[in-house]
């Protein structure tokens, strides 16, 4: 969903990429500085109930996400070290945010259905770790794990659009439904994940193919 507009978006990012490269800005900087803004955003305005204008500006860096990498293509410095620099830093957004959404309903213990709304987001900060993680050790085991239901731009368009709209009088059950739905999601990619590499590693699976 998200990453195929994030796809559309990099053919419009090369203009500003190119600016970059001729200001001498590298793509880690453009890296650590999305993930400096997006983390600052997340925890200063989602907790102190500055939704709407969190999930707007949040939505709009995420956007940019793809642009160090079209300025590293650009400039000759894509490999390894970006992209481990750049899935790294992601998973410090991506728990910003849901850390920022999470400290809304413990902070705001008056809001409808905070309990169950703070454990929903709670269980999709901890989950949305393990789902890349499991990707991650299976491929270095030498097994792929790219499956599953719940990708991270998928998940923080899903969690952001809800949490913006609730200051404009969207019920925040609706929210906590949402997020209830996402954890299952990403319990699901993760249970998917774990099987994919169980039928690839298991025990016998290679000899008897053999």
Known sequence: MFSRLRSTMQALFTPMAKGLMRLGVSPDAVTIAGTVVVTGLALGLLPTGHLFLGALLIGVFALFDSLDGVLARLSGRSGPWGAFLDSTLDRISDGA??????LWFVLHPDVAHQR???AAALACLVLGGVVPYA???AESVGADAHVGIAERSDRLVIALVPTGFVPLGLPVVVL?????????ASLVTVAQRVAAVHRQ??????????
């Not at 945010?97 to 999470?102: D, E, Q, S």
């Not at 906590?176 to 299952?184: G, K, P, Y």
């Not at 590693?201 to 053999?210: I, Q, S, Y």
């Open 116 to 118: 169950w709304g703070a």
């Open 97 to 102: 945010v849901f850390a920022g959404i999470t």
């Open 201 to 210: 590693l298991a025990p016998g699976r290679k000899a008897a193919r053999g």
């Open 176 to 184: 906590v439904v949402v997020l209830t739905l996402l954890a299952l």
């Open 135 to 137: 990707r991650a050790r």
